[in-house]
DNA sequence: TAGTGGTCTAGACCACAAA
DNA sequence: TTGTGGTCTAGACCACTAA
């Protein structure tokens, strides 16, 4: 139900109930939504703050509107993966692979250079580093190397994150929700030390993705370079305009 | 100024007209916008309305609304990249290189399976080749190999496509307006062939875009693999969520 | 304090789909 | 013909910014 007294519009009130519907499974893709009219009367509000909460579920291509039918839940799409910030957990269901995690390091340090630009922060600040292996159905997938900056989280190394998704964690403990990234994406060979955890030959094409993930307050939190194998990792996307 | 008769909505009309405004330059970045209670005043509609239109805006990162302050024209992104779809020259001019074109081959072909099945036509069905040779600043950038379905656009290689986009030429002449497309992105090494033709070794990584175009009614119209040098081109986005 | 955008309401009429 | 979403209006109160 919607909270009449929160901070919280009601209008993103009412789309957290209806997104938690979809992505719980309550509603599966294929099924009608329920009118906008049985919302309004259920919800208590108006029309427009109904539509209001819909517009984000459409923009997000989560449900499609048909004048004259109704509006009807999507079947998930692989290229909402580069619109959306997905978990490596995530991304692995949806290819329909069994994802696990191995961790090859962690440890504090000073922030080099291109680091520090990249989080905007200033050359020497100490920062949490994480690097992971991802398998998928057993075989090396890609690297994932983590930067986070360490005095938003202390101690946030005390995990392990093989189980616990490190974004779970930086919630949860933190209260940092990372809600936006910017990333760019290359074609880079693969470096001797690359190669070998990745189990493929030094000079292999690699996607290599830089990634800056930013809080509420649109803070830089996070910076991440992924290297994925070319011959066993795609990004899909859709263009529009 | 708004049609009232007209089938196109106002807040669609409305959106033309602000958008125009910033595209054309008379608003440049920076610029604060007219108030909501301006605009309302001046094209005699709703605060609803006007919002409405706004909001296109804003989803399209165009402008940023301030509590308190005003509307602002924001500054053109390279992120809007990797959601619109552009042409080499608009991708080049972002990139503030000089770009320059050079057809490598074109003709007729029946249509082998693997492009068959992504334009979704029989395999055998005539298609128009053309494999061009991008070039940014003169230095060889990308391999682009272009597949259309010849009967949508007969005679559609007697130009040259040297000087006039393609695009523009199948919206002229064939009324096909490509509106949306799906693209996969991944990493793979140069082949000795491509390797030549774009001045770098064979095996150098190689970031390679298979993407399919759609027409308004959502048929596919063209299949295009571009082949970009891994050390000269990179894609941007933003993600949410 | 005045002006801005953020949210919300309670209506209205329309075009379209399905029965 | 009925019910759906698409569009539009004319208000209202609020939180925030800047003077």
Known sequence: MIQRNSKIPFYYQLYEILNKKITSGEWQPGDLLPAES????????????????????????????????????????????LSRIISFTEDMKQRDMKPSTQVLDKGLLSAPEDVAEQLQVKVGEELAHLRRL????????????????HRLCEGVLDQDYVSQPLREALSKRYGLRLVSARQSIRAVAASPEIAMLLKIEAGD???????????NDNRPVEFIRFYHRGDRYALYNELTD
């Open 205 to 215: 094409p690699l996607l290599f993705i830089k990634r800056v993930s930013y809080d």
């Open 134 to 149: 991802r398998l998928a159905d057993g075989e090396p997938m890609s690297i994932e190397d983590s930067y986070l900056i």
């Open 38 to 81: 049985e919302l309004l009367e259920k919800y208590q509000v108006s029309r427009a703050t109904v539509r209001q909460a819909m517009d984000i579920l459409v923009t997000k291509g989560q449900i499609t509107r048909e004048r004259g039918r109704g509006s009807f839940v999507n079947e998930p799409t692989i290229e909402q993966t």
